[in-house]
């Protein structure tokens, strides 16, 4: 267990390192989150002035889907040009290899949740601290378990690149528009709330709303740790066991 730590550790630094020399990168990756908030906010009810309490944290999760989507795509690059098979021969444990790379995802997801959040606070929005960081660490455990996902489809598609993006893309907007990140389901048709509630995402949008405001004790909290917790229980092993077969 020690070494595995240490080795997820040197993983972890090694995939961090880039992202620290180019921060801009991550600057750069709001552009989307921001455009959706200038479009649909306007459009959204405004009762009270609850518009952006209601749609900011739903942004702040669709960031961490968009971002950790991606990632697998570099693995791929990696795959591509011999760098993940001079990796595979270190001394490094393989399940390292991937949780590492998953962990990596905490970080920019932080970064981007405070620069959305103080963006929109001069517009009137406001949260609460204690909820706020309950909502990021259901969020992290929610990033560490898709970009797990996205890496093992990386490896599944190594060799057909088109499969990554093809997969990446179809998922991607069922996803975040059945959690209902940009517009209400509650008063959709029946089967659209159904399909809404087997959306893992629907229940960690929901548990943010309720954080993010200082409703702690929701129970649509407990909804999006379980949630959370699931997609980062099974992106790992499934992740973890693609990384012990690569080859």
């Known amino acids: 267990m020690t070494t595995l730590i240490a080795d997820t550790t040197t993983v972890f630094s090694r995939e961090l390192r880039p992202l620290l020399r180019d921060p801009f990168t991550i600057i750069f990756s709001m552009v989307q989150p921001l455009v959706f908030l200038a479009l649909f906010t306007p459009l959204l009810p405004d009762e009270g002035g609850n518009a952006l309490q209601w749609f900011v944290p739903g942004i702040i999760v669709m960031s961490c889907l968009f971002a950790c989507s991606m990632t697998g795509s570099n693995l791929l690059f990696e795959i591509q040009t011999g760098s993940h098979e001079r990796m595979l021969v270190t001394p490094l444990r393989r399940p390292a290899l991937l949780i590492g790379r998953a962990l990596k995802e905490i970080v920019p997801m932080f970064?981007?949740?405070?620069?959305?959040?103080?963006?929109?606070?001069?517009?009137?929005?406001?949260?609460?601290?204690?909820?706020?960081?309950?909502?990021?660490?259901?969020?992290?455990?929610?990033?560490?378990?898709?970009?797990?996902?996205?890496?093992?489809?990386?490896?599944?598609?190594?060799?057909?690149?088109?499969?990554?993006?093809?997969?990446?893309?179809?998922?991607?907007?069922?996803?975040?528009?059945?959690?209902?990140?940009?517009?209400?389901?509650?008063?959709?048709?029946?089967?659209?709330?159904?399909?809404?509630?087997?959306?893992?995402?629907?229940?960690?949008?929901?548990?943010?709303?309720?954080?993010?405001?200082?409703?702690?004790?929701?129970?649509?909290?407990?909804?999006?740790?379980?949630?959370?917790?699931?997609?980062?229980?099974?992106?790992?092993?499934?992740?973890?066991?693609?990384?012990?077969?690569?080859?």
């Open 111 to 247: 970064a981007q949740a405070a620069l959305i959040v103080v963006v929109c606070l001069p517009f009137g929005f406001r949260f609460d601290p204690l909820g706020a960081v309950i909502g990021l660490a259901i969020l992290a455990a929610f990033c560490v378990g898709l970009g797990a996902l996205s890496y093992t489809l990386a490896l599944a598609s190594k060799n057909q690149e088109w499969l990554f993006w093809t997969v990446q893309q179809t998922l991607l907007f069922p996803l975040l528009l059945l959690a209902g990140v940009l517009l209400p389901i509650e008063n959709g048709p029946g089967w659209l709330r159904a399909l809404a509630a087997g959306n893992p995402l629907s229940y960690v949008v929901d548990a943010e709303r309720a954080l993010f405001n200082g409703d702690i004790w929701a129970s649509t909290t407990l909804g999006g740790v379980i949630a959370a917790a699931v997609v980062a229980v099974i992106g790992l092993l499934v992740g973890v066991r693609a990384m012990r077969r690569s080859d």
